[in-house]
């Protein structure tokens, strides 16, 4: 017995604009990202945070749908949350009501975060491999200056990136893949020189046909050694690295991630 072909239909958008990028990923992106099931177990990582680096009002930096935000309003601190797409924020204040919390939301680029943005805060927090879509340097340095001046004295920032130490190495292709009901996500990376091509590549799936759309925008795969510099030149020093949220020790070849603590001064 022979069975009828897939149909596959594909649209694809190379290299687009960050804020292009999400726009079009946004009402999707808590399925590829699997919001709901991660819930409870980010939660539980963030109280951990609030202990070992307490702060009572934060700043979510590309707080994309606002997971980050969301958790800690919900653990009693006083959130903010900025991202630079409005489709993004758009889930992010839905997400909010569902969540029963208040949170500030504002439009903003990372490194144009205090022309929009005019308070100080004891946490600035840049989750989920956000850093990365800085790709100059000169955008990077922007984005520092920005943290500094948001944060009181003594404040800390907190960084999260994909490890690419690791994954330059291993030239790592597929980054994840993940199903939700007709829906499939596929995200990998294409190598370009000095950049990285990352693809998100989702199908929804309908009997025997197949709907295909490729989204793709450019990341700059930094290290510890880059950020570190970038952060000593606007006075946020690094008190602390580790290799995930967990709080285990960064290993280059190992790690999944590079995550960062850095404090500004307190005079």
């Excluded at 022979?2 to 649209?11: D, G, M, N, Y």
Aim: glycine share 4%; net charge positive; aromatic share 10%.
């Amino acid at each position: 017995m022979s069975r009828k072909p897939v149909v596959i239909e594909t649209k694809m958008n190379s290299h687009l604009p960050i804020e292009n990028f999400y726009q079009k990923l946004a009402s999707h992106y808590d399925a590829m990202t699997r919001l709901e099931q991660r819930w409870n177990s980010e939660r539980e990582i963030l109280q951990k945070w609030l202990q070992k680096f307490p702060f009572r009002r934060g700043l979510d930096a590309a707080c994309g749908t606002g997971l980050h935000a969301l958790l800690l309003s919900q653990l009693g601190v006083e959130m903010w949350g900025a991202d630079i797409s409005k489709e993004m924020l758009k889930q992010a204040r839905k997400n909010s009501r569902t969540a029963g919390v208040s949170v500030k939301w504002i439009q903003a680029p990372l490194e144009k975060l205090t022309k929009n943005i005019h308070h100080q805060f004891q946490a600035v927090l840049c989750l989920g491999n956000s850093i990365p879509h800085l790709l100059t340097k000169s955008q990077l340095l922007s984005t520092f200056q920005n943290f500094y001046h948001l944060l009181e004295p003594g404040g800390r920032v907190i960084l999260q990136l994909l490890n690419y130490h690791k994954i330059l190495s291993d030239k790592q292709r597929i980054i994840g893949i993940h199903r939700k009901d007709n829906l499939e996500f596929i995200r990998f990376y294409d190598y370009k020189g000095k950049l990285i091509n990352f693809n998100v590549l989702t199908i929804t799936w309908e009997k025997q046909k197949a709907i295909s759309e490729l989204q793709s925008t450019l990341l700059y795969p930094y290290t510890l050694e880059e950020l570190q510099k970038y952060l000593q030149k606007v006075n946020l020093f690094p008190i602390a690295v580790y290799g995930d949220m967990h709080f285990s020790k960064f290993a280059r070849k190992t790690s999944p991630n590079l995550v960062m603590v850095a404090q500004k001064n307190r005079h």
